[in-house]
């Protein structure tokens, strides 16, 4: 039986408790039902049968004198409460209690957020009425990088559909965000998250400075040394964060990264104590500046270099800031803890940082990779066991956060007919979807049955096919490293003999399980198909448009590193 609500009660007046409120009333109109707005005036504890949502946080809910239940809830989690007529919307912050909104629009009136810009109400949702419902996170930090995509358009929708499915923090680099910061940050602000800024910006932060100062700056093979030797520049790049902090209120923490480029052995051996030394200083003038914004350092192999990565016994996990672990190069093939030798000194990295981060009272969080284009190429596998898998080991190890890095595809206009109309925001969504659900505290299951509803009487073939594919092409990403800097999909940048590595063999094994597939349905509708234009066709032809686009490119890379090892 439905609850037919007639009033919809806020206690606060804060920017996200109002778009909460917004969002139930638009919700519940768009289900058939309408309703009247009332603010804390307007409730009575005698309730007069009238069917009430109430919104409110945690403390101002245990502030109720009648209230004899104490709710206790973790981080940015909510409650959703029945009692009598009454449904309490409890949520420890305002963002919190527009997540509850979002979860009641789901239980009561079978509400779905699976793809991009389309809301669905399947109606023959099992409607529960169960008393106390308390959701708890899986991670605190649960979010999207973004370091070059500018647009605008499409990083609101993402922010939109995020939030929606319990994403709570958003990092831009610092020139991306200097190109959107007007378009995006309503969406951000009326959501209450958080907002990282960073990563690889040294050179962007140099530029704006010397366009201030007229100062020459650093060369590029000076700039790894930044972080040692200038303190006169790091100064001035401080100043600048704080002054960009002061501009932006939306923004709650820095994240900024050394360039992307490996560190040779002579100057490895200070590089991370110094980096980690600048980012304390940073905090701690952003704290003098009462600029009450978090900082991190990152430890990430740039240029495959383990210095940048591995704890040496003179580096410290810092007391003061957070830590950001990135591993590039990874073999998605298999789990964090696989045997395979670089997996190995990685894992044992990650649980170093992650005890002596802990032992310091600070937090640690893993950068992932699942919806990057780059690493993962045009050739990107689905990957919805290994990102449960990953999630669960990672939530084994008490890891704090996992955000997941979008990159979109990296065109080199050798093959237009894979790459002009390639699709890669709904592709990469597949992953954004599952690392999303996941992360905010859902059950696999739960999130994988919702998906593939959607294909009606073919649900469990497709669910087959992509775990199928998933094994298949997640395959090619363990020679990442030994191609580097080059990919699967880059046999024009490899100038020594990849024979061993058996490379066009398994391509033409993916393209010939691709090819017993029936691609008759949408091969029609290849001439209207553009890169942007997905909402125009169902899921299933989405799905059917992913895997010939697979296919197209395992035939082309295949031909190419066959020829390649001819010659």
């Not at 919104?55 to 245990?62: A, F, I, P």
């Not at 030394?277 to 009462?290: A, G, I, Q």
């Not at 294909?455 to 094994?471: P, R, Y």
């Amino acid at each position: 039986m439905l609850f037919i609500i007639d009033k919809i009660i806020y206690w606060n007046n804060h920017e996200t408790t109002l778009f909460a409120v917004e969002e139930l009333r638009r919700l519940m109109r768009e289900a058939g039902y309408e309703t009247i707005i009332g603010t804390q005036a307007a409730f009575t504890v005698l309730n007069d049968n009238t069917n009430r949502v109430i919104l409110l946080t945690t403390n101002e809910y245990h502030s109720i004198w009648d209230m004899k239940k104490t709710i206790t809830i973790s981080n940015d989690g909510f409650a959703l409460v029945r009692s009598g007529n009454d449904m309490w919307i409890i949520g420890n912050e305002p963002r919190s209690i527009l997540y509850g909104v979002y979860m009641y629009c789901k239980k009561q009136f079978g509400y779905q957020w699976i793809d991009l810009e389309k809301e669905t109400i399947v109606n023959d949702h099992l409607v529960t009425n169960e008393e106390l419902y308390i959701h708890v996170p899986m991670f605190v930090r649960r979010g999207n990088i973004i370091e070059t995509i500018n647009d605008p358009s499409y990083i609101n929708t993402l922010i939109d559909w995020g939030v929606k499915n319990g994403q709570n923090e958003y990092f831009f680099t610092f020139f991306l965000w200097d190109e959107i910061k007007l378009y995006v940050t309503p969406a951000l602000r009326k959501r209450d998250v958080q907002v990282t800024l960073g990563g690889h910006s040294l050179s962007y932060l140099l530029r704006e400075i010397q366009k201030d100062t007229n100062e020459n700056m650093l060369k590029q093979d000076e700039k790894l040394k930044f972080f040692a030797e200038n303190t006169y520049l790091q100064d001035k790049v401080i100043q600048k964060i704080v002054s960009i902090c002061l501009e932006n209120k939306v923004i709650t923490r820095i994240s900024l990264w050394p360039e992307d480029i490996g560190i040779d052995e002579k100057n490895a051996s200070g590089f991370l104590p110094t980096y980690i030394r600048f980012t304390e200083k940073l905090k701690e003038v952003l704290d003098k500046e009462e600029v009450y914004v978090e900082v991190e350092y990152i430890v990430y192999n740039a240029g495959l270099s383990w210095n940048m990565l591995e704890r040496k016994k003179q580096t410290e996990a810092s007391t003061q800031v957070d830590a950001l672990y990135a591993y590039w190069g990874r073999d998605y093939s298999s789990a964090i803890d696989s045997s395979e030798p670089r997996q190995v000194r990685a894992y044992q990295t990650l649980r170093d940082w992650n005890e002596q981060t802990k032992k310091g009272g600070k937090l640690l969080t893993v950068l992932e990779y699942y919806s990057d284009h780059f690493m993962l190429t045009e050739l990107f596998p689905p990957l919805l066991t290994r990102i449960q898998q990953d999630l669960h080991d990672y939530k084994q190890l008490n890891i704090n956060g996992v955000l997941n890095l979008i990159v979109p595809t990296h065109q080199k206009q050798h093959y237009p007919e894979l790459e002009v109309n390639y699709p890669w925001k709904w592709i990469h969504h597949i992953n954004n979807y599952v690392y999303s659900r996941i992360a905010w505290g859902e059950k696999y299951e739960v999130i994988v049955e919702e998906y593939f509803t959607v294909f009606n009487e073919d649900k469990a073939a497709f669910h087959e096919m992509l775990i199928e594919l998933e094994t298949l092409v997640s395959q090619h990403t363990k020679w990442n490293v030994p191609l580097f800097p080059a990919r699967v999909v880059d046999p024009e940048k490899v100038h020594v003999s990849m024979k061993q590595l058996k490379i066009p063999s398994y391509l033409r094994e993916v393209y010939d399980q691709l090819s017993a597939w029936d691609f008759t349905e949408i091969e029609p509708l290849l001439v209207i198909q553009s890169e942007d234009n997905f909402k125009s066709f169902t899921t299933k032809e989405m799905m059917l448009i992913y895997f010939y686009y697979l296919k197209i490119g395992t035939e082309i890379y295949s031909d190419a590193w066959a020829l390649k090892d001819e010659q």
